[in-house]
Nanobody
Framework: QVQLVESGGGLVQAGGSLRLSCAASGRTFGTYAIGWFRQAPGKEREFVAAISRAGGVTHYLDSAKGRFTISRDNAKNTLYLQMSSLKPEDTAVYYC????????????????????WGQGTQVTVSS
């Protein structure tokens, strides 16, 4: 089981940028597809972005397209989420999650299919 630790969250003004990182332990990081989810107080967990095991395929929440970029460095066992043009509605706790099931037959937004989760990092966007 891969262990995940998010970092990089913080307070930023609307229109600003943040870069989140998700560090993974273990020697099999490259065998996992990774996703980012977020959850705001009183709301359900929401899919944000995902990336395939080799990094060749990415998926995004519609509202994140053009603003967020997901990437991974398998040599460093690290996942990234570069966020720009942040909006107050982006405020949430952001979680990374991993699974060994690819995205061809199982939706990347299906939180129930992810096996491992990080502890989350808070992102707050002020107006």
């Amino acid at each position: 089981q891969v262990q995940l630790v998010e970092s990089g969250g913080g307070l930023v003004q609307a229109g600003g940028s943040l870069r989140l990182s998700c560090a993974a332990s273990g020697r099999t990081f490259g065998t996992y597809a990774i996703g980012w989810f977020r959850q705001a107080p009183g709301k359900e967990r929401e899919f944000v972005a995902a990336i395939s095991r080799a990094g060749g395929v990415t998926h995004y929440l519609d509202s994140a397209k053009g603003r967020f970029t997901i990437s991974r460095d398998n040599a460093k066992n690290t996942l990234y989420l570069q966020m720009s043009s942040l909006k107050p509605e982006d405020t949430a706790v952001y979680y990374c999650a991993a699974r060994q099931t690819g995205f061809t037959l199982v939706s990347p937004s299906d939180a129930g299919r992810y096996d491992s989760w990080g502890q989350g990092t808070q992102v707050t966007v002020s107006s």
